[in-house]
């Protein structure tokens, strides 16, 4: 399965919200420096749709806000 996610980093709360069946909005903490805010943002995906992390990977948009993500069975 592949959702589409539109992250804003640095945020002062962490929030997510569900645009569509495919699409989510996120905001986390974290700055997109070193991988951060990506690393946040596959956590929060993860506990969202209740899969282990292992199984959400970003396939799409690394650099940018817009971001594609793969989601395992």
Do not use: C, D, F, W
């Not at 962490?14 to 946040?40: D, F, G, H, Q």
Request: aromatic share 2%; net charge positive.
């Amino acid at each position: 399965m592949y959702i589409k996610v539109r992250v804003t980093a640095g945020a002062k709360r962490e929030t997510i919200t569900k645009v569509s069946k495919s699409s989510y909005k996120v905001n986390v903490k974290e700055p997109a420096e070193r991988n951060l805010a990506n690393a946040r943002v596959v956590e929060l995906i993860a506990q969202e749709l209740k899969v282990p992390v292992k199984k959400v990977k970003i396939i799409n948009g690394h650099q940018s806000p817009s971001k594609m993500l793969s989601i395992g069975e």
